[in-house]
T-cell receptor, first 112, second 114 residues
Framework: SQTIHQWPATLVQPVGSPLSLECTVE??????LYWYRQAAGRGLQLLFY??????ISSEVPQNLSASRPQDRQFILSSKKLLLSDSGFYLC???????????FGPGTRLTVT | AQSVTQLDSQVPVFEEAPVELRCNYS??????LFWYVQYPNQGLQLLLK??????LVKGINGFEAEFNKSQTSFHLRKPSVHISDTAEYFC????????????FGAGTTVTVRA
C-alpha cells in the first residue's frame, strides 16, 4: 500500500532563516505531488504541484519554491522566511489519471 | 475556473443528532466532488467522493452525500453523530477532464457536544 511521509512534524524558525520541508511517497511510481498551506482558521491554499521529476507549477507568487529531485520526493524551500509563512503545510499525492488526492500528516511551521 | 462555497463555517450539534454540511460549487465543465475530514493537527482524510453514476454517495464513518447537478450542490450528511466526529470538514472540486488540481472550500468546523 502507499504511504506518504512529511518531516519535520513541527518547526520553529526565526524570520530570515532558510526553510526545507520534505515529503516522500512510498508504494507508487510517478505520482502527481502537491504542496498546500493552511493558515490558522482558513482553508487550503495550493502552493505548488508537480506531474513529474523537475516539473513544478507554481500557483501563488511568494517567498517559497519547490523542487522534485526524485520521482517520489517533493521539497518545499525558502531562502528567507517571513512571519506570514507561518502555517500548517500539507503534502499530497495522486495517481496519474486518478481522481482523489491523499494527504500527509503535515508540518506545523511557526516563524518567530 | 471552479470554486467551492461551504455555507456554514461552524456547526455545533448534540451527540446522536443528525448533521448536514452544505457545499455549493461553480464550474463550467463536469466535475468530480469530494469531502475530506481533518482532525486537529492532522492531515486530511477522504470521507467520500462523487465521480459519476448514483447521485447518493456513501462514505466512511456513516457519512453520505448527495450530488445535485441542477443546484450545483454536494451536501454531506450523517444521521447520528458521535463525539469523535468533532473535526473540520472540507468540500473539494476537480474540473474535468485535465485539471490536476483540487479547489477546496474554506471548511466547516463541527463540534459535537454530549
Amino acid at each position: 500500500s502507499q504511504t506518504i511521509h512529511q518531516w519535520p512534524a513541527t518547526l520553529v524558525q526565526p524570520v530570515g532563516s532558510p526553510l526545507s520541508l520534505e515529503c516522500t511517497v512510498e508504494g507508487t511510481s510517478n505520482p502527481n505531488l502537491y504542496w498546500y498551506r493552511q493558515a490558522a482558521g482558513r482553508g487550503l491554499q495550493l502552493l505548488f504541484y508537480s506531474v513529474g521529476i523537475g516539473q513544478i507549477s507554481s500557483e501563488v507568487p511568494q517567498n517559497l519554491s519547490a523542487s522534485r529531485p526524485q520521482d517520489r520526493q517533493f521539497i518545499l524551500s525558502s531562502k528567507k522566511l517571513l512571519l506570514s509563512d507561518s502555517g500548517f503545510y500539507l503534502c499530497a499525492w495522486a495517481l496519474q489519471g486518478g481522481s482523489e488526492q491523499y494527504f500527509g500528516p503535515g508540518t506545523r511551521l511557526t516563524v518567530t | 475556473a471552479q470554486s467551492v462555497t461551504q455555507l456554514d463555517s461552524q456547526v455545533p450539534v448534540f451527540e446522536e443528532a443528525p448533521v448536514e454540511l452544505r457545499c455549493n460549487y461553480s464550474s463550467s465543465v463536469s466535475v468530480y466532488l469530494f469531502w475530506y475530514v481533518q482532525y486537529p493537527n492532522q492531515g486530511l482524510q477522504l470521507l467520500l467522493k462523487y465521480l459519476s453514476g448514483s447521485t447518493l454517495v456513501k462514505g466512511i464513518n456513516g457519512f453520505e452525500a448527495e450530488f445535485n447537478k441542477s443546484q450545483t450542490s454536494f451536501h454531506l450528511r450523517k444521521p447520528s453523530v458521535h463525539i469523535s466526529d468533532t473535526a473540520e470538514y472540507f468540500c473539494a472540486v476537480r474540473s474535468l477532464p485535465f485539471d490536476y488540481k483540487l479547489s477546496f472550500g474554506a471548511g466547516t468546523t463541527v463540534t459535537v457536544r454530549a
